[in-house]
């Protein structure tokens, strides 16, 4: 079945350092999302890639989606305490299964 | 956006003993979907329930442990049956964002504990 895999599993950085984290697909996807979940919350929508090779903005984060339509990742410049959180990027096989697999997270916390 | 809401938020409860989770959408869904998080995990699909239909269940997840109910479009509830250790999770209810995306709106969460 479809596996999503993403690295690193965890990251410790310094308040104000960036981080990036990588999404990574055993099958082509139709498109990539991506969630934030705070410790002891819900998971929350982020952002949605679509095209091959698309580049997304939010502020600090930028996304990217692999021109394989197989990866993505996310970047965060200049983190701060309120980036702290589990990140997930989650897709749906391009060969119609409407399942939404998540991948295995990056747990980000920062030293302030 | 969907303002989704679970009931019970957590719960601990004895082996052997059934609990049914609530779910209410404020707004008319098509598909709900019902997830699965162990602690420090990432999330498990459990099933999709659509209203007026079965649900869905994914490999591993059968109907006599997790049944699910969909009486509407604005409500479901998740049974976990006959509960070990094992089942103590997070459990998670979540919604299509709309119609034409496919991303989705999560309840809170109803956090379970099983001793």
């Known amino acids: 079945g479809q596996q999503v895999m993403q690295i690193p599993q965890y990251q410790h950085v310094q308040e104000g350092e960036d981080f990036t984290t990588y999404c990574n697909s055993s099958?082509?996807?139709?498109?990539i999302q991506w969630y934030k979940q705070r410790p002891g919350g819900h998971p929350v929508f982020l952002i949605q890639?679509?095209?091959?090779?698309e580049v997304k903005k939010q502020k600090r984060l930028t996304f990217q989606f692999g021109e394989a339509k197989k990866n993505s990742s996310l970047h965060i410049t200049a983190t701060q305490t309120t980036d702290v959180g589990t990140y997930f990027c989650?897709?749906?096989?391009?060969?119609?299964?409407?399942?939404?697999?998540f991948g295995t997270g990056t747990r980000l916390t920062i030293i302030p | 956006s969907a303002v989704i809401s679970q009931k019970p938020s957590r719960d601990i409860c004895q082996r052997g003993t059934s609990l049914t989770i609530q779910c209410q959408v404020d707004?008319?869904?098509?598909?709900m979907f019902w997830y699965r998080q162990q602690p420090g995990q990432s999330l498990t699909l459990i099933a999709t329930?659509?209203?007026?239909?079965?649900?869905?269940?994914e490999s591993g997840f059968v109907i006599d442990k997790f049944p699910i109910s969909r009486p509407n479009l604005t409500f479901s509830t998740l049974t976990v049956s006959n509960m070990s250790p094992e089942d103590s999770s997070i459990y998670l209810c979540?919604?299509?964002?709309?119609?034409?995306?496919?991303?989705?709106?999560f309840g809170p969460g109803t956090r379970l504990t099983v001793l």
């Open positions: 099958t082509t996807l139709s498109n």
């Open positions: 329930a659509n209203q007026g239909s079965e649900a869905t269940y």
């Open positions: 989650a897709g749906f096989a391009n060969f119609g299964n409407e399942k939404l697999t």
């Open positions: 979540s919604v299509e964002a709309t119609k034409t995306t496919d991303t989705q709106y």
């Open positions: 890639l679509v095209k091959s090779g």
């Open positions: 707004s008319q869904v098509t598909m």
